[in-house]
């Protein structure tokens, strides 16, 4: 990749897109482009915590291994995110793994680059606690959903989670209205189970009674979630 290219990935960013062209210089001497195919393992949790990750193309999911082996999926990243950001600040090892859902390209930085630009410019250092406190709501909010809602209700939040983050993505034709929210092609049951730590079975069975009554619509390679019968059921659920 062109060093424009890696910059453009760099601007993509929250916390580096205010950085000066000399800024962003620091951090380009510090990253490599890196590819993996689909599948692929980009790092194990308890590796070393040595560089972050934007992702360019492509996608991951960050998953953690339940003690009887089940794996149970933390987060799905597309272009424009970050992946192992947080080992950064406390050279702690990797708490996840990575692995890729299709062929992805990413701009790799070294621990190292982002340590020297944080010294010179201390204000990097506010823009990412802020981007890390989003990241602390959301699992906050993925805590909160395991724990208060029963599987159709953490089925609805995932999905209208997983719209929310494949809205800008190639691979998924999103459509977000007022009243519904439709996503193309949907995702397996065994994907949305991994995502709220259920089963596959559980997961189809709930999808059904969702299509039942009205709340989700089941068309081919098409999901919809109706809102507006939705707010029904948070109200009476």
């Known amino acids: 990749m062109k060093p424009h290219d890696q910059t453009a990935v760099l601007r993509q960013v ?5 950085l000066q062209d000399d800024e962003l210089d620091i951090l380009l001497g510090a990253s490599r482009s890196v590819s993996y195919p689909k599948r692929s393992i980009v790092f194990y949790e308890g590796d070393p915590g040595d560089a972050l990750f934007i992702l360019r193309t492509g996608s991951v999911k960050v998953v953690l291994q339940g003690e009887r082996g089940q794996e149970i999926t933390l987060n799905e ?21 990575a692995v890729t859902l299709e062929p992805t390209d990413f701009v790799q930085i070294r621990a190292e680059g982002v340590s020297a630009l944080l010294e010179t410019r201390p204000v990097l250092a506010r823009e990412m606690l802020r981007y890390f406190v989003t990241l602390l709501r959301e699992a906050n909010e993925t805590v909160r959903s395991l724990s208060m809602f029963d599987v159709h209700g953490r089925i609805v939040r995932c999905l209208m ?8 993505g190639a691979d998924h034709i999103v ?17 949305l189970a991994d995502m709220i730590g259920s089963s596959r079975e ?9 299509d039942e009554t009205g709340f989700v619509r089941i068309d081919g390679r098409k999901l919809v979630i109706e809102r507006r019968a939705l707010r029904r059921y948070w109200s009476t659920g």
């Open 175 to 191: 459509a977000i209205e007022a009243s519904r929210v439709e996503i193309e092609p949907r995702p397996s049951n065994q994907r």
């Open 161 to 168: 989670r997983l719209a929310r983050q494949r809205s800008d």
């Open 14 to 18: 929250p916390f580096f897109a205010e």
């Open 77 to 97: 990243l597309g272009p424009g995110s970050v992946l192992g950001e947080m080992a950064l600040f406390d050279g702690a090892a990797r708490s996840a793994t």
């Open 202 to 210: 559980t997961v189809s069975r709930a999808l059904k009674l969702l």
